[in-house]
């Protein structure tokens, strides 16, 4: 049914009825929870954080101790169970909705699963190849696991809150004549393209991936999205400046971050391969963010969040919603996590195959004048492994104008396989591998000069 038709069928009568008090309580009350939890600024401990920062982070202190045990064997029971599925079919696992989409993959995500699985059990039990469980390979994955079981655990049970009650159709109702000429997406992805930016980007992908599945972002927009908007957070961005010895000068560090975002944000989606991506939905649903004639853009945002909150279900709903979502993401990525970042970083620290490819771009960083631009290229690629090897190769550059550039590209590169990159493979989101090098190069070109300039006014 087109947008048109979609119109002509709205109530009217509902549209100028008065305000449902009842209703408005249930879309204010949740939704302001949501957005404090996912938005709202904190400052502590002499740095910003989120609410769900904050609580994610005294989980990982308070549970250090088993976290590594607690992810070891989740990824045994993923490994064991689908390779039971695969080789057994078993009818326990088949006829359940919720196991048969954790457990019954195609080969290649079963041979990776296992793969994931033996790679964990070497790194814990510190046995096996050191090419594996070394510092800079296995243990670095380990190590990001660990935090991100507790994200997804926070995260998971915290997001209904954030997307089921109003706050987007509200806020998508209010932003759109802003965010859909700007960024070609809807109104209603503002909220997750904020929660995107100033959260942690992992939990910007998973709202994303949400919306997508419920239907409210077309496979172009859920893809721009996650791969434009799923930007690091504020406290790590002062951690990579700390690591590089630029804290100093994080202020003009991260308004660099923020300028070249947005323009590569603006960008990339109006280009392929994003733009080539088809604007089709997973499934239909009668959300819309056309505003009937009459209807002021409030009165209309307003009614449309009633609405949502009002099908959004119950406490027990939200739980079952949060739980879905979590199992899916500790026995679907994490294994796969630990595969594909492990040999990712293989490649990177055992091979010079990003030397190599990363050739092109010396005389770029020389037009642009970078000092030691031999020695920063390859910093410049291998980002797309994962967003701390850039900064670790640039810790060596003697130039602080060129460990700015490093540090500010890594930051709006964002697009890395050992984290956000596999969550977006094994989503339902139309990109592979090879559509995500695309944007990451596409956003590094773009961003590069822009980063350069801002460099070089800052010096």
Not at 22 to 37: N, Q, W
Not at 132 to 141: A, D, K, L, P, R
Not at 211 to 220: A, E, I, L, M, W
Not at 381 to 400: K, Q, R
């Amino acid at each position: 049914m087109n947008m048109n038709s979609k119109l002509e069928q709205l109530n009217e009568s509902e549209v100028k009825k008065g305000t449902d008090i009842g209703g408005l309580m249930k879309f204010l009350i949740p939704s302001l929870f949501g957005v404090f939890i996912f938005l709202f600024p904190v400052f502590i401990e002499g740095t910003f954080n989120i609410p769900l920062g904050i609580i994610t982070e005294f989980l990982i202190s308070l549970l250090a101790d088993v976290l590594p045990a607690i992810v070891t064997y989740v990824i045994l029971i993923s490994g064991l169970f689908t390779l039971i599925t695969t080789i057994f079919k078993p009818k326990v696992i088949l006829n359940s909705n919720l196991l048969n989409s954790l457990f019954n993959v195609s080969m290649f995500w079963t041979v990776t699963r296992i793969l994931g699985t033996v790679f964990a059990f070497m790194t814990f039990y510190g046995v096996g190849f050191n090419l594996i469980n070394s510092e800079v390979t296995g243990q670095v994955m380990f190590g990001l696991l660990t935090s991100l079981i507790v994200w997804f655990l926070v995260a998971s049970y915290l997001m209904p809150y954030l997307i089921n009650f109003g706050a987007m159709e509200f806020f998508g109702t209010l932003l759109r004549s802003v965010i859909k000429p700007l960024f070609t997406l809807p109104g209603r992805s503002a909220i997750d393209l904020l929660a995107s930016w100033v959260g942690n980007v992992n939990v910007g992908v998973v709202i994303t991936r949400e919306q997508h599945r419920d239907g409210f972002y077309t496979g172009r927009e859920a893809a721009a999205i996650a791969t434009c908007f799923s930007s690091v957070s504020l406290p790590f961005c002062l951690v990579i400046a700390g690591m590089l010895n630029i804290d100093h000068m994080f202020l003009p560090l991260y308004l660099t971050i923020c300028i070249a975002g947005v323009v590569s944000a603006v960008i990339v989606p109006r280009i392929p391969p994003l733009s080539r991506i088809p604007d089709t939905y997973m499934k239909e649903n009668d959300y819309n963010e056309y505003i009937p004639e009459g209807v002021s853009r409030f009165k209309w945002g307003l009614d449309q969040a009633i609405k949502r909150a009002k099908d959004a279900g119950s406490f027990k709903d939200q739980v079952k919603q949060g739980t879905d979502v979590f199992l899916g993401i500790i026995f679907v990525l994490m294994p796969q996590v630990m595969a594909i970042g492990t040999i990712a970083l293989i490649i990177a620290e055992f091979t010079s195959v990003f030397e190599v490819i990363s050739k092109p771009m010396v005389p770029i960083l020389q037009m642009l004048q970078i000092p030691e631009a031999a020695e920063a290229a390859p910093a410049t690629i291998v980002g797309f492994i994962d967003m701390f090897i850039p900064a670790v190769l640039a810790t060596g550059i003697d130039a602080e104008i060129t460990r700015f550039v490093i540090g500010a590209l890594s930051l709006v590169q964002i697009i890395y396989l050992t984290e956000m990159g596999t969550l977006l493979i094994i989503s339902k989101i139309p990109v592979g591998v090879g559509r995500l090098f695309l944007v990451f190069m596409e956003r590094t070109l773009i961003s590069l000069p822009i980063i350069a300039l801002m460099a070089h006014l800052i010096y």
